[in-house]
């Protein structure tokens, strides 16, 4: 499974995904623009010193990152996009996921947009909340539609005895284990 960030603004949020999915063992994309420089302190600090264990790819642009993602698997890529967004589609409680599946989050302030959310119609996901709410945290959205994802898709879910091993490499950065994708990838 893969987790996409397109233009997140919150080193934090983005952080607090780095760590998730190094915890979760799934891949992390991020879509420039960002709204920070991965050499930043509070992308850092959310992510704690799991940096080295995050697999994690920058790409300067939507159509780069969906052209690295359809060279990863046999199955069609808009049969595994899952983009999650505040504004309806199907409940996460309710939709079907797969172990190969594409999960897509928007920046804070816009979400996805609109072309992006048009070009695949029926493959909007969201989380329920109250009217009168926006929308949830980016970090939150994640952390949950990553976790139910994986669970509905029957993928294993890590083993957690409780234990803890500090990484070999505590004081990688963001930008030190990134790679970048480009027009030729």
Not at 42 to 64: F, M, N
Not at 69 to 88: K, M, N, T, V, Y
Not at 104 to 125: I, Q, T, Y
Not at 139 to 163: C, E, F, I, R
Request: aromatic share 8%; proline share 8%; hydrophobic share 40%.
């Amino acid at each position: 499974m893969d987790v996409v960030l397109v233009e997140p603004e919150i080193p934090h949020n983005s952080g607090c995904a780095g760590r998730l999915t190094a915890a979760l063992g799934v891949r992390l994309h991020l879509v420039e623009p960002l709204g920070f420089v991965l050499e930043d302190r509070y992308l850092k600090r959310a992510g704690l010193d799991y940096w080295s264990q995050v697999d994690l790819t920058v790409h300067p642009d939507l159509a780069t990152c969906w052209a690295h993602l359809a060279a990863g698997s046999e199955r069609p890529l808009e049969d595994r996009i899952q983009l999650f967004s505040a504004r309806g589609g199907t409940s996460l409680f309710e939709a079907t996921f797969a172990p190969d599946d594409v999960l897509v989050f928007g920046s804070e302030s816009k979400g996805l947009a609109d072309a992006v959310l048009e070009a695949f119609p029926d493959r909007h996901v969201y989380l329920p909340i109250r009217p009168g709410i926006r929308s949830l945290n980016l970090a939150n959205t994640v952390a949950v539609g990553l976790y139910h994802a994986l669970w509905k898709s029957g993928s294993p879910l890590p083993d957690n005895d409780g234990t803890h091993e500090p990484p070999a490499d505590r004081d990688a950065q963001p930008a030190d284990i990134a790679r970048r994708t480009g027009p030729a990838d």
